[in-house]
C-alpha cells in the first residue's frame, strides 16, 4: 500500500480559495483510484471528490462547480474555489486498488489530514 501525505490547508476567508495536495511514497499511484474526504467537528466523514484511475471524477453535490479534483503521476489535487462557512473541515486523502483503481469504493490507505478553516 502507498504512503500518502496531504498539504495545503489554511485558514481562509469565505469566498477564498486553496488547493490541497495529496503525494504519494511507497508505490505509484497510477493503478489507484483517489479520493478527497472530509471530516468537520462532530459530524461524520463525507467523500468530497474522487477520481478513478483513469481519470474521470466525481464531486458531490454541495462542492459541485466550486471543487475539482485532479492527478498527475505522482500526485493528486482538490482545488477549492468559493469556499464557504459550512466547509470548513479536516480533509483526507485516500487511496483504493480495486479493479485497478476503476471502483472508488474501500479506500484503503489514508493521510492524516490536513485541516482547512474557512472565517467569515
Known amino acids: 500500500q502507498v504512503s500518502l501525505a496531504e498539504s495545503g490547508g489554511g485558514s481562509v476567508q469565505a469566498g477564498g480559495s486553496l488547493r490541497l495536495s495529496c503525494t504519494a511514497s511507497?508505490?505509484?499511484?497510477?493503478?489507484?483510484?483517489m479520493g478527497w474526504f472530509r471530516q468537520a467537528p462532530g459530524k461524520e466523514r463525507e467523500a468530497v471528490a474522487t477520481?478513478?484511475?483513469?481519470?474521470t471524477a466525481s464531486v458531490v453535490n454541495s462542492v459541485k462547480g466550486r471543487f475539482t479534483i485532479s492527478r498527475d503521476s505522482g500526485a493528486t489535487y482538490l482545488q477549492m474555489n468559493d469556499l464557504l462557512l459550512e466547509d470548513t473541515a479536516k480533509y483526507f486523502c485516500?487511496?483504493?486498488?480495486?479493479?485497478?483503481?476503476?471502483?472508488?469504493?474501500?479506500?484503503?490507505?489514508w493521510g492524516q489530514g490536513t485541516q482547512v478553516t474557512v472565517s467569515s
Open positions: 485516500a487511496a483504493s486498488s480495486r479493479f485497478g483503481g476503476l471502483r472508488c469504493t474501500g479506500f484503503s490507505s
Open positions: 477520481i478513478d484511475s483513469e481519470g
Open positions: 511507497g508505490g505509484t499511484i497510477s493503478r489507484y483510484c
